[in-house]
């Protein structure tokens, strides 16, 4: 099991989640936040150095199986990038995920997700 | 030397005194409390601009919130330009072209009212910023009808064109001195602050711009919750205040009229909520704070044309009646599946042609003896009066209808109205405007 976290930008949010619907991956957690990327290098400015400032993103949180891995991250990048090569399209990270439970049912492991 | 000085001033102030009350005999002069009335309606009215703005923006999607309130804020600077420029001289100036809409040069900027008391006893600029407000908030109406999917651009077009061409000819037919509906029957059509002028006109545009464009994608299989009904209901409090400026200025005066128009626009607003909560309890065993603002918002709606000639269980009756059939029209609305976003024409468009026919049934007699005694016959009839409405309401439905679609299209094919897919899912926000209206919070 792997939990995909992406960073994505507002405006993608609708397409990346009917994507995500077409491609039957539909448990997702999805919440506002801030930050930093390279989007906004830190300037120097007046022989100061400032500070990027934080910028909106949305985070994809997804618990999946291995064999669904691909599917969910080719989805997300194609849905997410805008075609126009700018930089702040965001970033995925995947990391291993010990274990899943279901509450309700308290199932555990892949049946869970 | 000194005292010839003293002499001649004097002189010449005895000289002012008779000329100024020499003046007051021939001119009208202002009244002091009516003035001070009607610029107090004139804010009021226009603080319901804002009001809407945060009813339509509390309803919409996170992403549309600004896209929507700015259809609101755009009408205010659209019409706000266009008004004094050419709409109050096309709405109030004597008619021209066979009557079909005002004219008068002089009016052009407002140019020749500079000095002028209407025989009201109120400044004539008094007079036409209130009637502005009323332009400015027509067109504004529309825009939830379409909510979520209209190019910003394409959008202001719209409502330039609108109200040149569909509420300055209505507003001219209705409210002008010389203007047809206003001389209809007996005593003319009942109108008396813009059922048929305002929300029938808006209402029915609203209808034929939610077919025109179709629906929102993904509508009506995917939900879309509103993103803050905390400020919708904020913006129905504000639209509730502002009508009293609405509807009891309306009376031009500041007198017996206002105190009636006052009162039957807060019994009519206060049972057009309770009616839609007792329904909805019926209904759904719970009553909803969207369904009390909806409520509030169909018995100001319906109480608007008469609230120069109802007595207060007439306002009862009146909202109570448009709360019910208003929602029965949204649920026919659901299911015929057309989509009217935020209901424009299922609260405006119906409630308005409930307020300016079912109005007729609950005429203070001492109305309908006045409209006999003008009468060749000395008689009229509820059911004669009921015909001019029906004719004020037909006239009002058909012409905003054609000629809407008209400038539908022509804006669609120059401009663009709708926006694209890519747009609409992107959100009017960002891709409208560039911004968006929450920091970190509402997502959805």
């Known amino acids: 099991m792997k939990l995909i976290t992406a960073i994505i930008r507002p405006d993608r949010l609708d397409h990346v989640r009917e994507a995500l619907i077409q491609a039957d991956i539909t448990r997702i957690t999805v919440s506002r936040v801030t930050g930093h990327g390279r989007q906004e290098d830190i300037d120097i400015y007046r022989g100061q150095k400032i500070a990027p400032n934080l910028i909106p993103k949305i985070r994809l949180d997804i618990a999946v199986n291995d064999e669904f891995v691909d599917i969910t991250v080719d989805t997300i990048i194609d849905a997410a990038s805008h075609g126009e090569r700018e930089i702040g399209a965001g970033k995925i990270f995947i990391t291993p995920l010990e274990e899943c439970i279901r509450i309700r049912t308290r199932e555990r492991g892949g049946t869970a997700i | ?11 010449l102030l005895a000289g002012l005194l008779v000329q100024s009350s020499a003046h007051a005999a021939e001119r009208v002069v202002t009244d002091s409390g009516t003035t001070a009335w009607m610029l107090t309606s004139t ?16 309803l919409v999607r996170t992403k549309n919130v600004l896209g929507t309130m700015m259809h609101s804020f755009g009408a205010m600077v659209i019409i706000g330009v266009l008004w004094p420029m050419v709409g109050y001289s096309l709405s109030f100036g004597p008619g021209v072209l066979g009557g079909f809409v005002g004219w008068d040069s002089n009016l052009f900027m407002l140019q020749g009212i500079d000095e002028k008391i209407m025989p009201t006893h109120i400044p004539e600029y008094v007079f036409a910023m209130f009637q502005g407000k009323f332009a400015i908030i027509t067109p504004a109406l529309i825009a939830g009808a379409f909510a979520e999917r209209v190019n910003f651009k394409g959008y202001a077009l719209f409502i330039a064109l609108w109200s040149i061409l569909v509420y300055s000819p209505i507003c001219h037919w209705v409210w002008a001195p010389d203007g047809f509906l206003f001389n209809l029957g007996a005593s ?37 919750h509103p993103n803050n009904l905390v400020m919708t209901l904020i913006g129905a409090g504000l639209l509730w205040v502002g009508w009293f400026g609405f509807n009891a200025g309306s009376a031009i005066a500041s007198d017996l009229a206002t105190a009636r128009a006052l009162t039957v626009t807060q019994v009519a607003a206060a049972s057009g909520a309770f009616a839609w909560m007792i329904i909805e309890v019926f209904h759904h065993g719970k009553a909803t704070s969207l369904g009390v603002a909806s409520g509030i918002l169909a018995g100001l709606v319906a109480i608007t044309p008469a609230a120069g000639v109802v007595q207060p269980s007439g306002a009862f009756a009146l909202g109570a009646l448009a709360a019910s059939i208003c929602y029965t029209a949204i649920l026919i609305k659901n299911r015929l599946g057309y989509d009217d976003s935020l209901d424009a024409f299922g609260v405006h468009g119906v409630g308005g042609i409930v307020g300016a026919l079912a109005l007729v049934f609950f005429i203070r007699p001492a109305w309908m003896a006045d409209a006999a005694a003008k009468t060749a016959s000395k008689s009229w009839t509820v059911w004669q009066q009921l015909g001019v409405q029906a004719t004020a309401v037909g006239v009002t439905i058909a012409y905003a209808a054609t000629l809407s679609l008209v400038l539908l299209v022509l804006v669609e094919k120059t401009v663009g109205l709708r926006i694209s897919e890519n747009d609409e899912m992107s959100g009017l926000d960002h891709s409208m405007h560039g911004e968006h209206g929450y920091g970190l919070i509402n997502l959805n």
């Open chain 2, 188 to 224: 003319g059509a009942i109108d008396f602050a813009g059922g048929t002028v305002v929300h029938i006109s808006s209402g029915v545009t609203a209808l034929v711009a939610a077919l025109y464009l179709g629906k929102r994608r993904g509508y009506p299989r995917n939900v879309m």
């Open chain 2, 1 to 11: 030397m000194r005292k010839s000085v003293i002499a001649s001033g004097v002189l």
């Open chain 2, 43 to 58: 804010a009021l009215v226009l603080l319901m601009v804002p009001g809407l703005a945060m009813f339509y923006g509390g």
